[in-house]
């Protein structure tokens, strides 16, 4: 019926009738909340609504309470005896106790066109997430989606509860965002001249002899961060470093270890350079981008990447040794992790908080690095949060009892890039973020989940659309619903409400019968 399915819900048979006579009661604090519901009620059913400070009535009123007892983004929604009430401790939390009441108005309530009037069951549910961290990333790296989409996503997301939508901006095949200091960035790492296509995907010899190109302006990105908060959703922007960084490197060259004049690659996959950070103007350009950055987005987070660095690019270059040598640095992972702590030491300046993939622990997660290469004597920065996503799951285990908080996005349950044969819905909902043998006083350094939407193999929309949804619904589950309360039949057969939706807004949502293919 709801999903996020809540934590305690009960229906009655009495009902409670939404109609032109119904007030919604708000003050000046809950006036945002108010004036969405009634947007919602206009748009969806054509009731016009009232929104008042005082009414004489004592019935036929939706209101909103504030109660400092219940969690941060918890509600609690009644519906009872001709009155709907929503009570939480903050906005998000009334947001929250609404989109429940959409889903009850959407999907489980009696409309009347001719009455314009809406009858609802009697209700009590009380709710709270699991996780604080919900996460939905979008690569637009690889394909520029644009504003319209991430709206789009960002509307969904609201709507399941998810909090953090995850914005990879920058990689190999594209540089996605205006940084006004370094104008080539997206003047020439934002286009690229053709695209590897067709079915052998990664293997594929075809191209799609097509330019594509597109970045966000500073502008654009106001726009959609605004668009974000009013949905209580935190935009963490990604910005690769030092690997994944072909297309900046196509932009100014100086930034590679071999100094070399590079396309923005057409081929996907781990790039043709990566950053050279033993050069002092390397590190300028980078803390430069993540000033602009940092003054566009006010998320406390700020996401460097740090994942698939091929240590050969800095084994080859004279001036990277140098370096490694002056620095007491044995090997190139000891380097990644040195150089990740200054950018650490940079955002916490800023009074940000860091967060990379976990190679940036020194992992050896790779077959084409040398075990040699990925030892490491350096200590990561215990401010970082540490986004784990590939490598024996011990390593997440070892990260979270050493202290370190843990988005838990391991690929193999959360990489919707990969084909429903590979990761159906049902293996998607069997996630749990918290690794079996982590002893339970370190259960809280699992601060919650990301599904990831890597974006190599999705050139339209609807290509999108198919690998997200639905099993964005099942991410927005496990990461709001306690486990012992999931239900995965349960979880499908509530699908339908929410398909329908998705129908109404243009989602091409994969159909039931692939969601499960073997």
Sequence with gaps: M?????????????????????????????????????EYFKNSFDISLKISEKTIQKTNVIQFQFDDKIADEGYKLTIVNGIINIEASS??????????LIQICDYNAFYSKELKSLKLKEATINDA????????????????KGKEQVKL???????????????????????????????????????????????LEWDSPIQSGEVHEGFYSQEDIKEIIEYAN?????????IEMPGHSSAAIAAYSWLGTSKNDIEVPIKFGVGTDVYDVADP???????????EVMALFPSKVIHIGGDEVKYNHWKS??????????????????????????????????????????????????????????????????????HFWKGDIELATAAASNGYEIVNSFHNFSYLD?????LPLSKAYSFDPIPEDLDAKYHDKIIGLGCQMWGEWIPTRGNMHFQVFPRIAAYAEIGWTKKELKDFDSFKSNLSSLEKRWTEKGIYFAPNAEVEKN
Aim: charged share 25%; aromatic share 12%.
């Design 91 to 100: 906005e998000k939390g009334w947001f929250y106790g609404i989109q429940t």
């Design 230 to 238: 009013e949905r209580h959703i935190t935009i963490v922007p990604e």
């Design 317 to 386: 270059s004279k001036s990277v040794n140098e370096y490694m040598k002056k620095n007491n640095l044995k090997t190139p992972a000891d380097l990644q992790v040195h150089f990740t702590n200054n950018i650490s030491n940079f955002i916490q300046s800023k009074n940000r908080r860091m967060m990379g993939w976990n190679e940036i622990m020194g992992h050896n997660l790779h077959d084409y690095q040398q075990k040699n290469d990925t030892k490491t004597s350096q200590m990561l920065a215990k401010e970082t949060i540490v």
């Design 129 to 144: 997430p699991r996780f604080k961290w919900r996460a939905f990333m979008l690569d637009e790296a690889r394909y520029f």
């Design 418 to 422: 990969y084909h429903y044969k590979n």
């Design 2 to 38: 709801i999903i996020p399915k809540p934590n305690e819900i009960s229906f009655r048979k009495e009902t409670f009738q939404i109609d032109q006579k119904t007030i919604i009661l708000s003050n000046e604090k809950t006036y945002k909340s108010a004036y969405l519901l009634k």
């Design 153 to 199: 996503l960002l509307d969904e997301m609201a709507h399941l509860k998810m909090n953090v939508f995850h914005w990879h901006l920058t990689d190999d095949q594209g540089w996605r965002i205006e940084i006004k200091k370094y104008p080539r960035l997206t003047q020439i790492g934002a286009t690229r001249k053709s695209t590897q296509i067709g079915p």
């Design 281 to 291: 103007k390397v590190y300028q350009f980078l803390t430069d981008v993540l000033e």
